[in-house]
């Protein structure tokens, strides 16, 4: 275990961020010197909860937020200061049950329990914007079907090969980086890894990509769907689940798609709570111009609108790309890190636990053919209907805990309330002078 106070000393660190997410995805950290790091390595870092998305009144008490030591990053484009992930308690009354990185450690430790580990990737797409955020940032960016463009992306290799460089020395075995399917849109891989590093990994990636960005004048957005007309942000996740010996539990060559009879229950309770788990994979209004949307310019939106799995077939909501895992298209670059690697292990726990079974496999071009699918639930048309799903869905919101689920429910509800409230120019184009 890395002692902070230690590792201020060697890496010259004169300020920690310790940092926690909240229910809606906002990292929020507090500055603190490096002399006193070591009494908030033990008490942790005092906030007022109800400043953030946490479901907590002015009057409760101080939520202390304790760093991780095992997730300390020395920021590579700022020496001075290390990222420490951290986990939030209430003065006095233990860990705050509601917090995301808690929601998520008390899961993987189910999974323990079970003799199993969760290992995952995340494909977190975005765009670089104008600082505005309302345009592209590069005027010659224009092409129809512009993914792996070679002359997009070389053009914009001063931002890309630095978070590149820097991940390469973080050690994350980072393999490969593009420009995606919409104009402006990039994406770029490391390696898979236990499911709590890589929800450190993939807030990090985020906190990383938005600071380069921005040190280049542009601004990184993950927004499900910032354009109109283009491809959205996704954030595919890939799943594995291995036993404590080291073997691969979804593998089995003997199997369809080499995916064992364990990897099929797991992906059954995907598939049973894919509507509820929408809530949480796709968390805001926009997420749902990406999913169900209409076909983009570049000819496919790349995104799923029914509960339907497949093999190596990019066009539904699951595919089994190869032996030993499968790919979760499903959720989009506003998912909170960590609540989506617990909404994927509570959703598999339950399909292991109840032997789940995935239903029919579809080997169509859901784009083409989707409307042959008749017995396969759509995804939920917006977030009303996401929030509407999770919270019938009392087997995932026992499996997220019960006081996650009602915060969650809560404060989604009120976001949907107040988007509803407010008038749109749509709207008055359309109701004016009827
Ligand atoms: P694609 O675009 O074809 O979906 P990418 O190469 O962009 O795939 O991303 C694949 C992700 O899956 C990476 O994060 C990779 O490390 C991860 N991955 C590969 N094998 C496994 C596995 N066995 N378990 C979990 N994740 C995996
Ligand atoms: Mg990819
Ligand atoms: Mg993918």
Redesign the pocket.
């Known amino acids: 275990m890395t002692d902070l106070a230690e590792f201020a000393r060697a890496k010259g660190i004169k300020y920690f961020m310790i940092s926690y997410t909240d229910l809606f995805g906002g990292q929020r950290a507090k500055l603190v010197p490096a002399p006193a790091i070591a009494d908030m390595a033990k008490d942790g870092a005092g906030f007022a909860g109800f400043a953030t998305w946490l479901d907590l009144t002015p009057a409760h008490p101080d939520m202390l937020a304790v760093p991780d030591p095992s997730s300390v990053i020395q920021l590579p484009w700022k020496r001075d200061v290390a990222w420490v992930a951290s986990n939030c308690v209430m003065s006095g009354n233990g860990p705050l049950e509601q917090a995301p990185r808690n929601v998520l450690t008390r899961l993987i430790g189910e999974a323990a329990e079970m003799g199993l580990e969760i ?5 977190p797409e975005f765009f670089l914007l104008t600082p505005e955020g309302t345009e592209i940032s590069d005027p010659s960016d224009t092409a129809v079907k512009p993914c792996y463009d070679q002359q997009a992306v070389m053009r914009r290799y001063d931002v890309i090969a630095e978070i590149c460089d820097y991940m390469l020395e973080l050690g994350w075995e980072p ?2 980086n593009d420009h995606e399917d919409a104009n402006g849109q990039f ?1 770029m ?4 890894d236990g499911a709590l590093a890589t929800a450190d990994k993939h807030s990090f990636f985020k906190f990383m990509t938005r600071s380069i960005a921005e040190k280049h004048g542009l601004r990184a957005t993950f927004m499900p769907k910032p354009i109109m007309g283009l491809t959205g942000n996704g954030c ?1 996740a ?3 689940v291995w036993t404590k010996d080291g073997k ?1 539990a ?1 593998a089995d060559d003997s199997k369809e798609l080499s995916l064992s009879e364990d990897g099929r229950h797991f992906l059954g309770g995907i598939m049973a709570h894919a509507s509820a788990l929408a809530a949480i994979t796709n968390p805001t209004v926009n997420s749902y111009k990406r999913i169900n949307a209409p076909r983009t310019v570049s000819g496919a939106t790349w995104a799923p609108n029914t509960v339907t799995w497949t093999g190596n077939n ?1 066009t539904h909501m699951v ?1 089994v ?2 032996p ?2 499968f ?1 979760l298209r499903l959720p989009d670059g506003a998912v909170n890190p960590y609540l989506l690697q617990a909404v994927i292990i509570a959703a598999g726990l339950r399909g292991l636990r109840s032997k789940a079974d995935p239903g029919r496999r579809w080997d169509i071009d859901m784009y083409a053919e989707g409307h042959t699918v008749t017995d396969a639930p759509k995804l939920p048309l917006n977030l009303l209907d996401a929030i509407r799903a999770y919270d019938e869905d009392e087997g995932l919101k026992s499996a997220m805990g019960e006081a996650f689920s009602a915060a969650y429910v809560k404060l989604k509800t009120q976001e949907w309330n107040a988007y509803s409230a407010h008038l749109s120019q749509w709207e008055r184009d359309n109701t004016l002078d009827i």
């Open positions: 290992k995952t990737g995340v494909e393999y490969q994406e891989n490391w390696k898979y595919h890939h799943i594995s691969n979804f990019r595919r790309p190869g030993g895992r790919e």
